[in-house]
Each structure stands twice: as structure tokens, then as C-alpha cells.
């Protein structure tokens, strides 16, 4: 499965993202939870979601929060804990694709509806999502490997659960959040993952997001009945009974369900649902932060990326200073580094880490991901100035690029600066397989590109950056924050707090 438009009915792949000017726009104040709950389209990509499942997931959340008197405090913890508790799903995409040999994304969803108490189901699940279009004789072997892993479970989700947890941690919110987060899989009867802590011992935040996302996974794909089936059958194994209870109540509730099925409603529903009576503002520290907390998710979408997005937008910010730009611009071109691959979270990782020749299909592929940064991107409040020009980073200026082929005349100086500092990450970053490449040699093939798919300017800003250290300096320190924000705290140090 790739980024697929059954997926993402919402999203297309036609559109020419306009012609982009290298004027920085100021953005209008913005709430926290508008910019947050545009974001969560990119990580119901990734957890091979249907579109929205995030914000739906967030309502229910919320409406059991209320029913069950949750504290003011609390509801916010369980408000910002929904919207970013698939923040981690990245962090376990590559293990998934290639221990099942078939599409993550697909895994993922698939193995979402099946009760991993019921041992011969959850085999059977298994089998069906083995090494999916492959021959009898690999599905085997998959299934085999995964069988001999009895532990994969327990360490995919903690992998996922942990991760999350820390990006919660560095974007500054609440504890409360993070450790809703951590222990989101954990069920009432003690089978879950990643602890095996039972009953009244999981985090009251966690048993809420658990039933929530569950249900809304059912609601959407199977139906409302099939849906209250699950919570019946789960109550008292996966469920605290006594929400299940509550969820039940809910079933003739056809506000409630009309609500989650209005696509395009349900942003602002979410928004409406923001649990305190002051709106907490997106100030530039922090959509700093949150930039810099979605490179994280995207790079640790594959192990072939390490720090890729952090390196490029801190090469191209750095370009931009030496030649004389404003900070408010060298800021919108950080923040278009950091996103820059934002569509890459669409792929399966069957294809992103394909060892092998990528067929012209999955070439195709590959080569939209700027699409998707576009379309989540430009809905983004705050983040939509930035969103033609993060989406043009592989763009030529003689119109030699992809995806859209566009040439010199529409692309603006971000565009050329974020495809010079993408090529200079690629070949500089070490690789499982090659080391990174030494200065001369970087230097040497793109010089070859220069006036045809780079700016020559910016070519030689990029030649003396390159040359006087500074890249290298960048990269030795790019899991440092870029901005120091009071409350919001580096990836690494949350990782271990939380830990
Ligand atoms: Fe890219
Ligand atoms: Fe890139």
C-alpha cells in the first residue's frame, strides 16, 4: 500500500502547488490546537488511518473525559495526549514493512481490528498480512520469522508508545499527556503492551484513549453496530467496564455520530473542544518547536534518514543568514527544512527502504511525496505560507525535477535553497551502506548541476559553507534544539525522562 487516494479521499495529486514569491508573510495569531489538529492528517498517514481518525479519536476522547468528571487539567492532558498519540507510529514503520514483507500503513490498519487475546484469530491475521502480493513460499517465511519473534509485538508498540510519549514530552505538554500515550495499549485484564499492568493501575487517560480509538476504528471502517459489538465483547478484557458502560449509552446518540461522519466539520469540532477557557496561542517558539517535532517523526520514519530533515533545514537556514536574509525569513525557511518531507510519512516503507531496483510504479511513488507536503501543509494555519515552497525541494530550475516539473520562473529562493541543502545532506549523511561522502566529491558532482538544478548564488554560498566547516559543525549537533523554548525540552532528555 501506498499513499493512496482511497486514503486520502480529501487530498489529490493534480494540483500545481501556485506560483510562490519570496516574500515572508506574517501569519495571523493562531491557536495551539488549530495547528496541531491540521497536523494529525499526517499521522493518520502513517498509521495507515483513514483520514480524520485522529480528530474523531479526540472527540470521543473528550466526550468520556467529560462523562467520567474529569478535572479541567486532566481534559486538557487528554486533549493535546489524542491529537498526538500516534506522534511516535514513525519510530516502528520500517521494523512493520519488513517483518511482514508487505505495506505498513496496510499492516497496521489490518492488525488494528484483530483481538490479540484470541491466539488463533491473531494468527490468522497474521498469515493474511504476510508478505501481501508476494509468493506462497515468502509469506511463509515471514509468517515463520514473526512467529519466531515472540516478543515483536511487545516491542513495536513500545517502540511506537515510548516515542510518542517523548515528542509529547518536548513539545512542552503536559505529563499526564505523555503518559497517557505511553501506556495507550495497556488493557484492563493485563495482555497489553508495552507492561502488562492491569485494571486501575493504567493511567485513567490511557483507558479513555484506548476505548476511543478503538471505536472510532470500528465506527468508521465496519459500522456503528459493529462497533458497540466490539466495546460489549472487550468490556471488562481490553476495557475498564465501567466506560465501556458509558460508550454503550451512546449508541442512539445520532448527534454524536452524524458529527464524526461530517468530514468537513470535524477540525473545528476539535478545535471547539480545546478544554480551556483561554485558547492557548501557537507563538513562533512554538511552532519552531513543533516543526522541529514532526522532523523527528518523519526521520524516524526510516533508518536510512538519522537526522535528514533537521540537517537540511539547518543548511539552508544557514545559507540564507550568510547571505543576508532576515531572521523572520532564515525562520520560514528552518520551518520549510524541517517539513520539508512531511509527505514522506505516506510511504510505505516497503518501498522507502527498498534495498533493490524501484520499479517505475514505485518510483511514482517515491517521487510524489512533495505532493502530500503540499496538501497537509497549505492547510496548515501558519504553516501554509511555507507549504509551495517545503513541496518544490526536488524541483529543477530547468524544469527537470519532480513532481511537478516546474522550471527557473516559479521557484522562489527557498525552493532553490532547500534543494541545494537536500542533495548536500543526502551525499554527506552516512548510509547503512556507504559512509558520507567527502566535501570535494559533494562539491564536485553538484558543481555538475549548477545553472540546470541549482542556483549558482546560492551554489557558492553553499561551496563556502561547506568548505569553511560550518555544515559539518551542523551536523554534529543537529539532536541540539533549534529554539529554546521555557517548558519545551530537547527529544533525547524527554526520551530519558520518560523513560
Ligand atoms: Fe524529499
Ligand atoms: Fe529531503
Redesign the pocket.
Known sequence: MNVSQSLIPRLSTGPVPPPVSAAVRPHAAVRLSEVLSALTFALDLTEGQRPGHTLRTCVLAMRLGRAVGLSEGELEALYYAALLKDAGCSSNAARMAALFGSDDQDVKRNMRFVDWQDRWKLAMRTAQNCGVGRSPLARLRHFLMIARTPDMTRDIIQARCERGAAIAAQLGFPRQSSEAIAFVDEQWCGLGHPTGISGSEIPMLSRILLLAQTLEAYVTEEGLDAGMRMVRDRRGRWFDPQFADIVLTWKHDAALWHALADQDGLQDAVIALEPTSVPTMATDDRLDAIAQGFASVIDAKSPFTGQHSTNVARYAAAMASSAGRSPQYVREVLRAGLL??LG?LGISNRILDKPGKLTPAERTVIQN??KWTWEILRHVPAFAPIAASASL??ERLDGGGYPWGLSESVLNETARLLSLA?VYEALSADRPYRAGLPVDTILGIMRKDVGTAFDRDLFDTAESLARDGTFAAIAQTSDQPLVEVPGIIPLREAQRRIA
Open positions: 520539508h518531507d514522506k511525496h512533495p525541494h526536488h537536500d
